[in-house]
């Protein structure tokens, strides 16, 4: 029992002496300790206007088509700290499916990954902007002259248009494979 004692006494004081070590090393300041406080964060995308050109998308969606059958719903929400924007897409069947969006600063361009529940992945590794509209782009190196595009258009603060298109001719011709309306859900 004695001996229990004095290893509980000599470890209280093994630990007093390194607390009063850090203690003195630190000056037991204040402006110290907030030096040694965990930074947040990063916010490198927050002021960066280009990473925001897309924010037009953001909301929640009741989607139709051209002649106002209902396509589906979606909601797209601002993530990784302004970086990205991420669709969580339900068809009208019940299908799901999700992109992650994002402004790529070392090629200059935004770029989209899609995968939707049923396996099928789409990567949009370029884009351009046409005055407010987004097209993301897929080339297929198997067949140099084929392209997809996928154009993001606000029409007003309450509606957003995506037109996806294919061309075989090197984007001489487009054909429309789904043309889609966003209409911001009325809160």
């Given at each position: 029992?004695?001996?229990?004692s004095?290893?509980?006494?000599?470890?209280?004081i093994?630990?007093?002496?390194e607390?009063?070590a850090q203690?003195s090393?630190s000056g037991?300041?204040?402006?110290?300790?907030?030096?040694q406080?965990?930074?947040?964060?990063?916010?490198v995308c927050?002021?960066?206007?280009?990473?925001?050109?897309?924010?037009?998308?953001?909301?929640?969606?009741?989607?139709?088509?051209?002649?106002g059958?209902?396509?589906g719903?979606?909601?797209?929400?601002?993530?990784?700290?302004?970086?990205?924007?991420?669709?969580n897409?339900t068809?009208?069947?019940?299908?799901?499916g999700?992109?992650?969006?994002?402004?790529n600063p070392?090629?200059?361009?935004?770029?989209?990954?899609w995968?939707?529940?049923d396996?099928?992945?789409?990567?949009?590794?370029?884009?351009q902007?046409d005055?407010?509209s987004?097209?993301?782009?897929?080339?297929?190196?198997a067949?140099?002259?084929?392209?997809h595009?996928l154009?993001f258009?606000p029409?007003?603060?309450?509606?957003v248009?995506?037109?996806?298109?294919?061309?075989?001719?090197?984007?001489?011709?487009?054909?429309?494979?789904?043309?889609?309306y966003y209409h911001r859900?009325?809160k």
């Amino acid at each position: 029992m004695r001996r229990l004692s004095v290893i509980l006494a000599a470890s209280l004081i093994v630990l007093a002496q390194e607390s009063s070590a850090q203690t003195s090393t630190s000056g037991n300041s204040t402006a110290s300790n907030k030096s040694q406080a965990p930074k947040g964060p990063p916010t490198v995308c927050v002021n960066d206007p280009e990473r925001h050109r897309f924010d037009f998308w953001i909301g929640e969606w009741d989607v139709t088509t051209p002649d106002g059958k209902r396509a589906g719903s979606s909601v797209i929400e601002s993530v990784s700290g302004g970086c990205a924007l991420l669709e969580n897409w339900t068809s009208r069947s019940g299908g799901r499916g999700k992109s992650l969006n994002g402004y790529n600063p070392s090629i200059k361009q935004w770029q989209q990954f899609w995968i939707g529940q049923d396996g099928q992945v789409s990567e949009y590794r370029s884009s351009q902007f046409d005055g407010t509209s987004l097209a993301f782009f897929i080339k297929d190196d198997a067949k140099p002259l084929a392209l997809h595009r996928l154009t993001f258009s606000p029409i007003d603060a309450q509606t957003v248009r995506q037109h996806s298109e294919n061309s075989e001719d090197g984007g001489k011709t487009w054909k429309t494979e789904y043309d889609l309306y966003y209409h911001r859900k009325q809160k």
